[in-house]
């Protein structure tokens, strides 16, 4: 199915096709619609997420590095396209496959009907015809057998055989413009012929870059057994209908559905707006279960919140059990962020408590790790006084700086353990969802492995294994139903506690290191530092009160999720 827009210039017959990348055959339909749509321009947006400008920036530098490294070893057969306005390089691009160039680095590819996009690679079989590689900055494989890849520095698919120390790792969106990609190239008729070898393939290079990853386009990897090209056919021409729609004015195709995409949309206001509106299902069951629950006369919260808990579930796409759905659909009519599911919370508690929190940039590194120790059983001589202390690099990361930051956050976490337990008392730390902190600690311990102060991985492994780490966000997903989320932003209110810094979140921090460390050129703004240090404490504190008000008889304030 092809998009096309009439124009008044347009003479009768003739047509515009939609331009759609490769990015619009993974994003939500509504998000296609509203980027297509002529009066969206006027429509409120989120701001800019500095975290995905700066893997945005870190994606470019890993790009950059692979093609310098790929071009000293490809050197005879190598074509690099430069910079410059999209024809210009469209134009380098058809010059360096007419001269059957063996490799094209940075490439465009002619426009066809609905589609435009680029490759990082394009590499000409012997037979003639070219197939895609891609650069991505994300993982692509892990540990396992049944990949099959070429070394890095021969990305050509001749050279491709099955690898039995990886696995793939499922990446829709790198098999979606891969076949993007391959539609592109047979439009402009610079892909092999279809009964040549290799002709349906495609590589990525992901963010180890040890080796070309090859996927067989035709392969049956999408549900009922359909091939990555039939799966990008029928969403291309999906899309396709909703942007042509969007941009006619035609009756719109893909109405708002709350889905995790939301998080970090920048149409999500607008979407929220009209979600909140109609009192739509999705704004407390999300994703297929909501679509599920509308096709079954359940399209609103105030209907879900008339169904009986102890009655059969409408459908079976339920991740919750129904009893817990139906009372977050009444607490969220009653705007009740936060009841319990028991009559009393179990969260271990400790002689010696150590709240942490640390807060990375983007994926460079992690610059802060924050701590809050307190004596729930008494302090005594010697001990570290009780209060925040902060850990923290002010090079911007990464940095070798890094390392000594992080050596001594384990240092001092590992001699305050030490010490309670020489003096006969129990240690407990906590964080709010451990996964961050995991990963740096882990990831810490790997990239500065060697270095002074730095654990062994084995060490960190112990530590994160045993019940003395104790993460809140899981204590909060057992014990409670959150219907606006459950995050630390969301559940610190309802104990009580409040951030100094009314901009006080993980986007804006982002904004704050920048200026903290000088990245955009400027002198760093020491004011800024101050900023992410009294945002960090704060973070921890809320972690505390969080926790000390779960143990207390305060949280008895709250519903019961059976009482409503």
């Excluded at 047979?186 to 070898?197: E, L, Q």
């Excluded at 709350?258 to 998080?263: H, I, L, N």
């Excluded at 311990?445 to 994160?464: D, H, K, L, N, T």
Aim: proline content about 9%; glycine content about 10%; charged content about 25%.
């Amino acid at each position: 199915m092809t998009a096309t827009v009439h124009h008044p210039e347009t003479p009768p017959g003739r047509s515009v096709p939609v331009p759609l990348d490769a990015a619009a055959l993974t994003r939500c339909r509504r998000r296609v619609h509203l980027d297509h749509d002529p009066a969206a321009v006027s429509l409120p947006r989120a701001l800019p997420d500095p975290s995905l400008e700066q893997r945005r920036a870190d994606a470019l530098t890993h790009r950059e590095e692979l093609g310098a490294l790929l071009a000293a070893a490809l050197a005879e057969g190598w074509r690099t396209v430069g910079p410059g306005p999209t024809p210009v390089r469209a134009a380098a691009t058809a010059a360096a496959v007419a001269e059957a160039a063996p490799f094209v680095w940075g490439g465009v590819l002619p426009a066809d009907a609905g589609r435009r996009g680029g490759a990082e690679l394009l590499v000409r079989l012997p037979g003639g015809g070219y197939v895609p590689v891609i650069v991505v900055r994300h993982r692509i494989t892990d540990p396992g057998t049944g990949a099959v890849t070429s070394p890095l520095l021969r990305p050509w698919p001749g050279a491709a055989g099955p690898d039995d120390t990886r696995r793939v790792r499922s990446q829709p969106r790198d098999l979606m413009r891969l076949a993007h990609l391959h539609r592109l190239l047979r439009s402009a008729g610079w892909a092999p012929p279809d009964g040549a070898r290799h002709a349906h393939v495609g590589g990525v290079i992901g963010l180890d870059a040890d080796a070309v990853l090859w996927h067989d386009l035709r392969a049956g990897h999408w549900p009922g057994g359909r091939s990555t090209l039939a799966e990008y056919d029928a969403r291309f021409a999906d899309r396709s209908a909703v942007a042509l729609a969007a941009r006619t004015g035609a009756p719109a195709l893909a109405e708002p559905s709350r889905v995790t995409e939301c998080r970090r949309c920048p149409w999500w206001p607008v979407c929220e707006s009209e979600l909140a509106g109609a009192d739509d299902i999705s704004l407390v069951v999300r994703g297929e279960a909501a679509v599920a629950l509308r096709e079954v006369g359940v399209p609103t919260v105030a209907a879900l919140a008339a169904l009986d808990p102890g009655g059969e579930p409408p459908v079976a796409l339920l991740t919750q059990p129904f009893a817990d759905v139906v009372a977050l659909a009444r607490a969220w009519r009653r705007d009740l962020p936060v009841v319990r599911r028991v009559p009393r919370v179990p969260v271990p508690r400790a002689d010696v408590e150590v709240d942490i929190d640390m807060e990375s940039f983007g994926e460079s590194g992690a610059y802060l790790w924050g701590v809050l120790i307190g004596y729930p059983g008494g302090e005594r001589p010697g001990d570290e006084p009780a209060g925040y202390r902060a850990f923290a690099t002010w090079e911007p990361v990464p940095t070798p700086d890094e390392a000594r930051s992080f050596a001594e956050f384990w240092g001092w976490l590992s001699a305050t353990r030490a010490r309670a337990a020489a003096t006969g008392r129990t240690f407990a730390a906590y964080c709010y969802n451990e996964q961050a902190e995991n990963r740096w600690l882990l990831g810490s311990a790997q990239r500065f492995a060697g270095m002074p102060g730095i654990p062994a991985q084995s060490e960190v492994e112990a530590f994160i294994a045993e019940p003395l780490w104790v993460d809140l966000f899981a204590v909060v997903n057992d014990w409670f139903l959150c219907a606006h989320g459950k995050g630390l932003k969301r559940i610190a209110p309802a104990a009580g506690f409040a951030w100094r810094d009314a901009e006080a979140g993980g986007e804006n921090s982002m904004r704050w290191y920048r200026d903290a460390v000088g990245m955009d050129g400027a002198p760093p703004d020491l004011a800024q530092r101050r900023r992410l240090l009294e945002y960090n404490a704060d973070d921890v504190a809320a972690t505390r009160a969080v926790r000390e008000w779960m143990t207390s008889r305060a949280v008895e304030q709250l519903p019961l999720a059976a009482d409503l």
